[in-house]
């Protein structure tokens, strides 16, 4: 299991907002982080409507972080690009499970939700901050 190249350019977007602690512009980005300009506006623009990041127009326009690193959680970033998390689609509203139920729900669905909660749980744990260094 693996998230999905666009969650990955996400949290590198981010992270490189983070990191650079400055307003940047697209391409700026684009080429810190290894993403296409292209992919990288198509990623900024959710990350905007999220409220993750701010989008500045003009010549001295550009990117940066609506909040602070410390208040954006690794959960807030993937699911602002792919919506929430579920280990299996079986857990989505609407989904219908074609498993036996003759004896009751489906077995694996208690798991997988389980399974489903632990992992959001963790992600929403993990933020942008810094480490602080030890002296």
Do not use: W
């Amino acid at each position: 299991m693996h998230i999905t190249l666009e969650s990955d350019y996400a949290i590198r977007i981010v992270n490189c907002l983070c990191k650079s602690g400055v307003r940047m512009d697209a391409r700026k980005i684009s080429e810190s982080t290894g993403v296409t300009l292209r992919f990288a506006l198509k990623i900024l623009r959710k990350l905007v409507a999220s409220g993750i990041v701010k989008s500045f127009k003009g010549t001295q326009g550009g990117y940066e972080l609506a909040k602070e690193p410390k208040d954006i959680t690794l959960k807030e970033v993937i699911e602002t690009v792919e919506g929430s998390y579920v280990l299996s689609r079986c857990l989505n509203p609407g989904f219908e499970c074609t498993n036996d139920h003759s004896d009751g729900p489906c077995r694996f669905h208690k798991v997988f939700a389980e399974i489903s909660r632990d992992v959001e749980k963790r992600l929403d744990s993990v933020t942008f901050e810094r480490p602080s260094s030890r002296t």
